[in-house]
C-alpha cells in the first residue's frame, strides 16, 4: 500500500516564475492539506482540499492556489516566485473531514524548492 | 497560531526513556493532543494522540494532566533511529483536519 507520494523531490526555480507540486493521497484517503516548512520552523498549514474544492486556508497569499482531481490527487501552484517561498512543502492526506480523532494525517516526504 | 510550547531542545541517552513535555495550557474541552516527530528533512511521522485519558501504543505513552494544560510523550527505550524534532500539536475537533505546528522539541539520542 503506497503512501503519500509527491513529485518532484527537488525543484529549483528562479524568481518570478511559476511552480506546480502534485501530491497523490495514501490509498483510500480523499482529502488533501498542503504545508510550508521553511528551514529550522514547524510546517504552516496552507490549505486543504476535499471534494475538489478548497475548504479551508491559512494564512497564505492568492499567489498560493491549488486543485483537486477526481482520483483525490492534488496540485499546489506559486505564481511569482519569491525567495521567500523556498522551503520544503509537504502534502498530507486524510479521510474526509470530521470530528473524530482517528482522522490521523499522513505526510508525504515533501518537494524541496530553492527560488533563486 | 500555535497553541502548544515545547522546549527546543533535548538530549536522552540511548537505552534510556525519553520524556518530552508540551504545555498546552488554553486548551478546549474539544482539543485533542497530537504528536508527530520528524526525522531530518523528511514528512512528519505520527506517533500517538489524546483527549484526556493516557494513551499507549507500539511507539510511545502519552500522559495527559488532569486539567488537560499539558502532556508528556514518553519513548521508553530510546535509539539512535529515535533522533528528530518532536511536535506536539493541538487539533480542533471540527470538520476541517488542519493541524498548527509549532517548533517542536530536537531530541537528541546520545550513545
Known amino acids: 500500500d503506497a503512501g503519500v507520494t509527491q513529485s518532484p523531490t527537488h525543484l529549483i526555480k528562479t524568481r518570478g516564475q511559476q511552480v506546480t507540486l502534485r501530491c497523490s493521497p495514501k490509498?483510500?484517503?480523499?482529502?488533501v492539506s498542503w504545508y510550508q516548512q521553511a528551514l529550522g520552523q514547524g510546517p504552516q498549514f496552507i490549505f486543504q482540499?476535499?471534494?475538489?474544492?478548497?475548504?479551508q486556508r491559512g494564512n497564505f497569499p492568492d499567489r498560493f492556489s491549488g486543485h483537486q482531481f477526481p482520483n483525490y490527487s492534488s496540485e499546489l501552484n506559486v505564481n511569482a516566485l519569491l525567495l521567500g517561498d523556498s522551503a520544503l512543502y509537504l502534502c498530507?492526506?486524510?479521510?474526509?473531514?470530521?470530528?473524530?480523532?482517528?482522522?490521523?494525517?499522513?505526510f508525504g516526504a515533501g518537494t524541496r524548492l530553492s527560488v533563486l | 497560531d500555535a497553541k502548544t510550547t515545547q522546549p527546543p531542545s533535548m538530549d536522552c541517552a540511548e537505552g534510556r526513556a525519553a520524556n518530552l513535555p508540551c504545555n498546552h495550557s488554553?486548551?478546549?474541552?474539544?482539543?485533542?493532543v497530537y504528536w508527530y516527530r520528524q526525522i531530518h528533512s523528511q514528512g512528519p511521522q505520527y506517533i500517538i494522540h489524546?483527549?484526556?485519558n493516557n494513551e499507549t501504543n507500539e511507539m510511545a505513552s502519552l500522559i495527559i494532566t488532569e486539567d488537560r494544560k499539558s502532556s508528556t510523550l514518553i519513548l521508553p527505550h530510546a535509539t539512535l533511529r529515535d533522533t528528530a524534532v518532536y511536535y506536539c500539536?493541538?487539533?480542533?475537533?471540527?470538520?476541517?483536519?488542519?493541524?498548527?505546528f509549532g517548533s517542536g522539541t530536537k531530541l537528541n539520542v546520545k550513545p
Open positions: 498530507a492526506s486524510s479521510l474526509a473531514p470530521t470530528i473524530l480523532a482517528k482522522n490521523i494525517q499522513y
Open positions: 490509498s483510500g484517503h480523499d482529502t
Open positions: 482540499y476535499y471534494e475538489e474544492e478548497e475548504r
Open positions: 488554553t486548551i478546549s474541552g474539544n482539543e485533542y
Open positions: 489524546g483527549l484526556k
Open positions: 500539536i493541538v487539533r480542533v475537533a471540527d470538520n476541517f483536519n488542519k493541524f498548527y
